[in-house]
């Protein structure tokens, strides 16, 4: 060992003691008579004080050290004259006796602080500098944690983890496989798997009975800010139940994680129909640590000649709390948010509530106080609120609503991180009709089994039959969601045909899966949490980025390592491959 | 939930009781007036009573299931007439009042019981069933159990496990990469790690101190019996550490393993250097659980006159206690079983130590009495001991021999798999030279610290040098290997520079790696086990398959899934890459 303590660990009670130090040099500070340097590592910051007076060498060494540089220091632990509250260590430092610098630094392209100056770039190519500050440094150690107190509570309750292949099968449904070419077998490639879904249901075929694993899964899709090519998720399944044993059982894993990291108490968690969340929140996965409830004003806005509400779908509100007092320049700047094209609102029509009771809107023309009065009614309006509306086509008004009643919410401050709302929302519909490829796709996933007592509509009126399928949302993130799973091969058989597969193509892809409900499958379900988001949102922020030790950008390039990159040609001959030459 | 109590819990003392149970039929035994089935899960096994005299219906319906039927069961906990001490709950049945089948199953393609009547493929084929069986479920429940004690003790140590990427980098050094293109990044491509070494290193110059990971890694190899494409890893790294702290924490790590999973203790483990290992063992991964350790016979047996001798480079010899008894036909036997090309021993030499002390050799024509005890005496024989020899070139003679002991021990009983011996092997050799490529190759990796005091060695004799490296070896198998790193860049540079690299091909390679250590890079160093050997090894078996629940077959295939397989045209478009014609 290069130490006998660490940087966070000395107190007052260690005075006297002779110790060695090693670490990382944050400060240093040269008084003339004293130099002082605060040693950092994974564990806090001591101050290691040299003497000019006393020992004239040691402290002229100390003075050569830049930020960063790797030392080792023997000394004595002293009280401080002045104490640091502030700082774990901050009642004693280090009277050096001797040192070693065991490795020298370049000073880095940015400062190692928690409040770096370096930009987003810069820091994703030194990430190894990165990763020394504080911040990063906070969200990995709570990623650890989560993981450790998520197996316990699932160890506790005889859930197994069990290692499922990441070398799989490429299959044509769902999102876009990465792919690995087979050496052995040439022409033919292995896919990463987007989930562990149809091994986890292997497992309860062959009745392990509660599964469980931390597993990393792979999706190639173009990215976003929040999506990585590579993500891990916490992977469920359990045989025997139904809904309602998942649901409590990994409600209780939230409830311990939030005790056991956070030491907060989630009550009992509330649940929505998705059909409830959409048409009160626009969205299946409603922020709920605020209400501005969507409104449905169409009967109340048409019929009174304005073209723009008596040719929608919708009229639909929402009730701004306090916000009657925006100017005119407020509400201009709030409708061009709108009109950006990533929500491609047309307008927005304001309402005013003023002090008086009295209603002034945007629409005037159309609608006399009386009328506006019977909206602030419908909308729970009071004096000094503001009403916000937009009109069109039902889907698109509830989704462009959704994003206002969220710009809103995060304006007043009723967006605040250390605030936890978590929500059930249950009873998704099974399948989405796709209008281009003129077919139906599966909702959730095509493994998830459709109300018992819908089934039968799968033949008469696929379209309108609902899940027995769950999502699990804490502040407005999908962080979770599942389903209980199709047992019988006959169902399974008529969800591939229904999702466009022939039965051939069923069986070639999906055979062995088909083959197995024919050997006793029990009744099984389960769920997914989404780890990175999971992190993330313990740790207060929306970003996962900054919870991944080392993630890629939106390219899906690593640029510390830069990877992806090219390979040898002896590389591709042994894999049977040529790269396409790319047109200029 | 299905069941209110699973089949492995119920005892005599909740007899009375009501319960319902979920399961499947084992087996069934018609009895007349009675039918008994047998009822399994995960937990165990319960045995069902109905009574065609009280419930004939109920007793009818029971009689047409067939086994592996998935079934939910209501009944009373009674006690049993004729009890079962090897069951758990061999003291109770559940006298059945109602049921119902949840899923039936066809006739499995073998018996579901401990030792299977199906054959390795039919079973790899159907794994899902084969999953079934007691062993291998036992196996990954141990796996389970050990992956949960790995974290406890890693954890209580402050390492923090901390997750690398899977999409990265395809490096020239060591094993073949599986290879992932890239769709974003046409013509590039990842590459799947074959360890997150660099990364645990950068998390090492990033500060954390302690880090570990069970993780999956890749190696395209050509398959053998003992080796997946696919292999779990439990990666650890740690900052400011010697050799030694290294060894006391991995060992510690190992003992708590043996005490928390199999109650055994394990006491302080053994060391030896590299050379004594291939000195006395001909082996880098002795099986220490027994002695016949190898003499050097050079001396004795040369310039007697024996061609074969005085032309080899070595004679080397192991003692068999007790094998003096050996038939002519038996020692025929072991001499073809060398001469098989997987060992390629030109011929073997025997020398028997008759009970009353005189020695007979296949070699008497050069060698008298006198010769023999002298050979006697350096391989401390005694009346009725049995001595082999071989000879040659050494590296060849002691490979040779070194399989000739194994096969020797296992003969005489002494390779019990329940007895357990581990050993350190340290200080092996930094590089290894490759007279085809006329180059060096590193031993371990190009990470591993040349031994500090050797470093001028690097210019002047690099085959000399030793390295900081260390294996942890259990019963003959390598189950972890590891080393203190280089980190410091001139070093660094200077290994790759031997390894062949440019300049600018080390700085494309690993210039991320390179540039670290110029930031304040600490002493590190690390190792990792194999998780599947380590598994298999607790479990009492050398082969990793059955511990692994989805594995490979040796042309890399999961015939299960039947992957790889081919991608559609569109896959290929999409990625960029064409897959070549294969010539006929």
Known sequence: MYRSATCGELRISDVGKEVVLAGWVQRSRDLGGMTFV??????????????????????????????????????????????????????????????????????????IEDDSDGGDDLR???????????????????????????????????????????LIKSTPEGARDFVVPSRMNPGQFYALPQSPQTFKQLLMVSGYDRYYQIVRCFRDEDLRADRQPEFTQIDCEMAFVEQEDILNTFEGLIRHLFKAVKNVDIPEVPRMLYSEAMRLYG?????IRFGMTFKDLTDLGQGKGFGVFDSAQAVLAINVPGCASYTRAQLDELTEWMKRPQIGAKGLIYVRCNEDGSYKSSVDKFFDGEALAAWGERCETKPGDLILVLSGDLNTTRKQLNELRLLMGGRLGLRNSEVFAPLWVMDFPLLEFNEEEGRYFAMHHPFTSPKPDQIHLLDTDPG???????????????????????????????????????????????GFLLNAFEYGAPPHGGLAFGFDRLCSLFGGS??????????????GRDVMIDAPSEISDLQLNELSIVVKKLEN
């Open 38 to 111: 605060d040693l950092r590592d994974r564990y806090g910051l001591t101050q290691l004080a040299f003497n000019m007076d006393t020992n004239a060498a040691l402290c002229e060494e100390a003075r050569k050290w830049g930020r960063e540089f790797v030392v080792q220091v023997e000394g004595k632990v002293v009280e401080r004259y002045s104490k640091n509250a502030n700082m774990l260590t901050g009642e004693i430092e280090i009277e050096a006796t001797g040192c070693k610098v065991l490795n020298a630094s370049l000073t880095p392209p940015f400062t």
């Open 124 to 166: 994703m190519q030194w990430r190894f500098l990165d990763l020394r500050r504080n911040p990063l440094k906070q969200n990995l150690m709570l990623r650890h944690k989560l993981g450790i107190e998520t197996r316990k509570y699932l160890d506790s309750l005889e859930f197994l983890e069990i290692e499922t292949p990441y």
């Open 283 to 287: 969205s299946d996965k409603p922020d």
């Open 464 to 510: 309108s039959v609902n899940a027995n399928a769950y999502d699990f949302v804490l502040n407005g993130v999908e962080i979770g969601g599942g389903s209980i799973r199709i047992h019988d091969r006959n169902v399974q058989a008529r969800m591939f045909d229904l999702l466009g597969f022939t039965k051939e193509e069923a069986q070639a892809q999906f």
């Open 542 to 555: 929306e970003g996962i980025r900054d919870f991944i030790a080392f993630p890629k950008n939106n390219s």
